[in-house]
């Protein structure tokens, strides 16, 4: 079993930052692909970026040049730096992981004023 915590949502006005962390922890032999999605109520849970354990980054339209994903594999963590925030930007975002088996974490919110 995996486990996966994030940390560092919270509120931000419009065009800060916030850097969100997530921790793998359990019984890991590997982690392949990495990700973080976010979701609104109503809404369908959507990729928000992802990274491999090739590190090859992909990022949906709408934060592409504002958020930065990275992972640092020694400690199974990976990150999401999201800089010019905007308010369309608020949901909770999850964490997502690969060992291949998928897990997800328990989502962290992030409110965005305007």
């Known amino acids: 079993q995996v486990q996966l915590v994030e940390s560092g949502g919270g509120l931000v006005q419009a065009g800060g930052s916030l850097r969100l962390s997530c921790v793998a922890s359990?019984?890991?032999?590997?982690?392949?692909?990495m990700a973080w999605y976010r979701q609104v109520p109503g809404k369908q849970r959507e990729l928000v970026a992802s990274?491999?354990?090739?590190?090859?980054?992909s990022y949906a339209d709408s934060v592409k040049g504002r958020f930065t994903i990275s992972r640092d594999n020694a400690k199974n963590t990976v990150y999401l730096q999201m800089n010019s925030l905007k308010p369309e930007d608020t949901a909770v975002y999850y964490c997502?992981?690969?060992?291949?088996?998928?897990?997800w974490g328990q989502g962290t919110q992030v409110t965005v004023s305007s």
């Open positions: 990274i491999t354990d090739s590190a090859y980054i």
């Open positions: 359990g019984t890991i032999s590997s982690l392949y692909h």
């Open positions: 997502f992981a690969t060992t291949p088996i998928a897990y």
